[in-house]
Nanobody, 123 residues
């Protein structure tokens, strides 16, 4: 089982940028596709972005297309989420997760989860 740890969250003004990192340990991350999810208070966890094992395929939720970019560096066992033009409604706890599928978007398809990192966007 792979262990995941997110970092990079924080407080940013609307229009600003953050880059989240998801560092894996225990097993090589190149064996898994990785997804980023988020959960705001009182809301269900939702898919944000996903990337295949090689990084050749990516998928995004409509509400982040053109603003967020997912990427990975398998040599560093790390997946990134670059978030630009952040909006107040992007405020949430962001989680990364790993899946043995080629690429996945449903939380049920992911077996390992990080503890989350808080992103707060002030308006």
């Amino acid at each position: 089982q792979v262990q995941l740890v997110e970092s990079g969250g924080g407080l940013v003004q609307a229009g600003g940028s953050l880059r989240l990192s998801c560092l894996a340990s225990g097993r090589t991350l190149s064996s898994y596709c990785v997804g980023w999810f988020r959960q705001a208070p009182g809301k269900e966890r939702e898919f944000v972005a996903g990337i295949s094992r090689s990084g050749g395929s990516t998928d995004y939720a409509d509400f982040v297309k053109g603003r967020f970019t997912i990427s990975r560096d398998n040599a560093k066992n790390t997946v990134y989420l670059q978030m630009n033009n952040l909006k107040f409604e992007d405020t949430a706890v962001y989680y990364c997760a790993s899946s043995s599928r080629f690429i996945a978007t449903r939380p049920a398809d992911f077996g390992s989860w990080g503890q989350g990192t808080q992103v707060t966007v002030s308006s």
